[in-house]
């Protein structure tokens, strides 16, 4: 008597789900920071500001800031999970920076909208922006031998994170959106293509 016994890889659908679910949130992250950086870059370029009092062009530069810096957060963590562990403590320390850093910066700008009034908390907006980038700096050192993403978007995305969202300047938030799209599509592309 001969029985047939079915082998199922009950191993890799729980990690395909994992990796989907963290892919799902990174895109949507990418998606939301995209709208945030759209609507800072946007009102950069065509907006006029007025040092006196909070106008449409200073709501909109500021209220970005929600959008942008979930969105950004979002494909920040979303990356260091689809890694997997495998961009080490480095990978973790920079997520974190970058998370406090993020929510220290959204908190502030979005207080500004509430007052409309630029508020100033010390050094705290220079310091946490340039936080984003140390946090960015870490999680790419992490990544570096992971191969999720090509070398240079690794080396690209941390200062221009950093001139292109919080400290942007000019045109620069648009250059960082067409970035964060083409990381998108780079990055669904090979976690689809390692999940086969």
């Not at 920076?97 to 959204?106: F, I, K, Q, R, W």
């Amino acid at each position: 008597m001969t029985s047939t016994t079915r082998t199922t890889s009950t191993t890799s659908t729980p990690r395909a789900r994992t990796d989907d679910y963290w892919l799902r949130l990174t895109l949507t992250g990418i998606g939301l920071a995209i709208v945030g950086l759209l609507m800072m870059g946007l009102a950069m370029l065509f907006g006029t500001f007025h040092d006196d009092d909070f106008h449409a062009t200073d709501y909109v530069l500021t209220s970005a800031a929600l959008p942008q810096g979930v969105g950004l957060f979002l494909a920040t963590l979303g990356f260091h999970r689809l890694q997997r562990g495998r961009d080490g403590r480095l990978g973790t320390v920079g997520v974190w920076v970058y998370g406090l850093c993020m929510a220290e910066l959204v908190v502030q700008c979005m207080a500004s909208v509430v007052v409309a009034s630029e508020l100033i908390w010390g050094p705290l907006y220079p310091l946490c922006a340039f936080g984003l980038m140390v946090g960015l700096v870490l999680l790419a050192a992490g990544s570096w031998r992971v191969g999720l993403l090509p070398k240079w978007m690794l080396g690209v995305w941390p200062p221009l994170g950093l001139i292109g969202s919080f400290l942007g300047i000019g045109p620069i938030p648009l250059v960082f959106a067409a970035f964060l799209a083409l990381l998108a599509v780079l990055l669904r592309q090979r976690v689809r293509s390692s999940a086969l």
